[in-house]
């Protein structure tokens, strides 16, 4: 299709507007998606595919928040608006699962556990023209980073030529997992009622997905969010099995400290250690798993982190520990808006029913997970010498107000004392 015939079409296209509340939109012949069924084909595909409106059986659209980029892309006749993906070679480097937790509805609410084997199990379907798109892909890969060469250099980790080369690199499994989000399932996790929930989420996104409310036969949602990332060490399938030792470190996105090395909190060296123990533990026979999850500032966003920093710094009597999570609150409305009630969903994905170590200092994320039903035997907090030092406020914080730590914790008197840099120093 030449540029100018894509141009065409758009306006075609932008000229025809039909609301999914519309009569006509209603369609009852696309496929069923029956969540929780043990055999995919009886499940049934999720197609989130624009093309073909009348085969979707799911609301959003696929690829998250970059939806929005799409739409652009379209709109400046640079993409086709009816693209099917050529899948030919996009298959998964290691077969994964199918697991029990597949099967149980409640168990598996924000992934779809078959979305990264579409293009065998749904072969003649997407032969046949269904736009069925995979929502997780696996690859493989290796790192290179600074922190494990010096571990390398400081001798806590040696190369084996197989997790680590002799040049340092790791060897890991890449996962990438688009949110696909079961209503009546995420709706019984967060304890509201699955009508309640819709309309919430149509109202606070400024009704970005009537079908929210007006197709309560449609049970499946791609949201408009970040996707999730799973960095495995060792042989994937190894996570479900309970007796190999896994270390696991589950990650949420700071962009600041992660790729910029910001020194005002700790995401950074935890997310290193975390890489650091999960390849020794898989050189040693074991597993790791890395998991890394877009929500950005406790899931309130870079601008509402920022403004939090601004405003530890600028309050009376400087940025103390003891003040740590109130300033947050009265920015953002809450301390913390990450919902960690979904997080688990992505290991009973893998199968896991044993974190050995789980790398973090978070109640939330200990008592998410422990309450899906995984043990954990050793909790991981980093040694001090990787604190950078603007980072004790945080650390001093979060330990006093119940964080997991194996060392002392500050009494409220203390917490004072623990002050972090000035604005303008
Ligand atoms: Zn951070």
């Known amino acids: 299709m030449t540029k100018e015939e894509i ?3 758009k306006f075609e296209r932008a000229s025809h507007v039909v609301l999914t509340s519309h009569i006509n939109q209603i369609f009852k012949e696309s496929i069923p998606v029956n969540w929780g069924e043990k055999d995919p084909k009886k499940r049934g595909p999720v197609i989130a595919t624009i093309s073909e409106k009348e085969n979707r059986n799911a609301i959003g659209s696929h690829s998250g928040s970059y939806t929005v980029y799409r739409a652009l892309s379209i709109a400046k006749g640079d ?13 998964a480097t290691s077969m994964i699962g199918p697991h029990d937790s597949w099967k149980n509805s409640d168990s598996l609410v924000s992934i779809d556990p078959w979305g990264g084997h579409v293009q065998d199990i749904f072969k003649e379907e997407i032969k046949s023209g269904l736009n069925i798109k995979p929502t997780i892909a696996v690859t ?11 571990a390398i250099e400081k001798g806590r980790l040696k190369p084996d030529g197989k997790i680590i080369t002799e040049n340092g690199d790791v060897a890991v499994t890449k996962v990438a997992l688009e ?3 079961y209503l009546p399932g995420i709706a019984k996790r967060l304890k509201v009622s699955e009508g309640e929930l819709r ?7 400024g009704g970005m997905f009537p079908e929210l409310v007006t197709r309560p036969d449609l049970k499946v949602l791609l949201p408009p969010i970040g996707s999730s990332t799973a960095y495995v060490f060792g042989d994937v399938n190894k996570l479900a099995d309970p007796s190999v030792e896994l270390s696991c470190r589950v990650h949420d996105e700071c962009n600041g400290s992660d790729v910029f090395g910001s020194d005002i909190c700790t995401c950074r060296p935890y997310l290193t250690y975390g890489i650091e123990h999960a390849a020794k ?8 798993l890395v998991v890394y999850f877009r929500k950005e500032g406790r899931a309130l966003g870079e601008v509402t982190k920022f403004l939090v920093y601004n405003a ?9 520990a ?3 999570f109130k300033r947050t609150e009265c920015v953002a409305g809450v301390e913390d808006a990450r919902f960690q009630e979904l997080m688990p969903d992505i290991l009973h994905y893998f199968g896991v029913k044993k974190i050995h170590n789980l790398h973090s200092m978070s109640n939330m994320k200990y008592d998410a997970i422990v309450g899906s039903g995984i043990e954990v035997v050793n909790r991981i907090s980093i040694p001090d010498e990787l604190i950078p030092g603007d980072a004790n406020v945080e650390m001093e914080a979060k330990k006093a107000a119940g964080y997991y730590t194996e060392g002392d914790i500050k009494d409220t008197s203390d917490l004072k004392d623990v002050q972090g840099r000035k604005l303008e120093e």
């Not at 993409?79 to 298959?91: I, Q």
């Not at 530890?312 to 103390?320: I, P």
């Open 79 to 91: 993409f086709p608006a009816d693209h099917k993906p050529d899948l030919e070679n996009t298959h």
């Open 312 to 320: 530890r710094k600028r309050q009376e009597g400087g940025d103390s």
């Open 322 to 324: 003891a003040n740590y």
């Open 7 to 9: 141009k065409n079409m």
């Open 140 to 150: 493989q890969a290796r790192l290179q980073l600074p922190e494990i060469y010096d």
């Open 281 to 288: 533990t898989a050189q040693n026979g074991g597993v790791g």
């Open 179 to 181: 949110p696909v989000w």
């Open 199 to 205: 309309k919430i989420l149509f109202n606070e996104t």
